[in-house]
């Protein structure tokens, strides 16, 4: 895996050590014909490698714009990103789509599954986006969805799936490429307590194999429960950051 940063003109910054991520001031804010929506207003973190985080908030709170902001997705109006050690503005630098690609797992509540799909070609599309050969995506990719328990259903679609195998094939998808970090938003959203219990097993059973960072946003407070540090968010300000 290149881990190699995006090219980008952008000063670097110093981090804190063996911060994954460091977001300092970040505001988000949206227009909405004449309203402008302020969805973060100056949000300042640090992630460290390794850590198991959850982002905890009612509807509205702004949890999954920080989230999607973490990853790279979207862009803060003020303020600054540092992924691993590298400054991300309000420009995205090049290449920022190539370095996601390898360096984060996206799992989202709604799954984002592609239809004509089945589950083995779902899974392996982030592997065959970084040009991996057909042959280590597919084993890779059997082997994933083996390990979430899916291995007899490598060949189904997502309407032929339930909403439990549909999030564990999501999250088989957002390990494919080995990320340092993951992002979970609301991954048990849309599931019932006992197999919300299981993905979120699941999630930190496998986030420990890949020693790999884990961030998860949450309304729940059972998941958040699970997690060593709890970050409380609240109409876009962070109002408690517990085991920090």
């Known amino acids: 895996m290149n881990e190699s940063a995006p090219e980008s003109s952008m000063a670097a910054v110093t ?17 909405i014909g004449p309203r402008v929506l302020q969805v973060l207003r100056g949000v300042t973190l640090a992630i460290q490698r390794g850590e198991f985080v959850a982002l905890r908030g009612a509807s509205g709170a702004g949890k999954s714009t920080l989230l999607h902001l973490l990853g790279g997705l979207d862009t803060p109006n003020a303020g600054s990103i540092l992924f691993d050690g590298w400054l991300n503005l309000a420009n995205p630098p090049t290449g920022l789509s190539a370095w996601r690609n390898q360096q984060v797992g996206f799992i989202f509540q709604a799954y984002h599954l592609l239809p004509e799909l089945d589950a083995l070609e779902n899974v392996c599309l982030p592997a065959r986006i970084h040009r991996t050969t057909a042959q280590a995506a597919t084993r890779r990719g059997r082997e994933l969805l083996g390990r979430v328990g899916l291995g007899d259903r490598l060949d189904h679609k997502p309407f032929e799936l ?15 490429n080995g990320p340092r970090l993951i992002l979970a938003d609301e991954p048990t959203g849309n599931l019932d307590s006992h197999t919300g219990e299981e993905i979120i097993n699941l999630l930190c059973q496998l986030r420990d194999e890949q020693s790999a960072t884990l961030l998860i ?20 300000i962070i109002r408690a950051d517990v085991g920090k």
């Open 217 to 236: 946003a949450t309304h729940d407070t059972k998941v958040a429960t699970r997690a060593p540090r709890v970050i409380e968010l609240e109409d876009g």
């Open 162 to 176: 339930s909403g439990g195998e549909q999030q564990r094939v999501a999250i088989a998808r957002a390990l494919i």
């Open 15 to 31: 981090s804190q050590p063996n911060a994954v991520l460091d977001a300092r001031g970040v505001h988000k804010s949206y227009r």
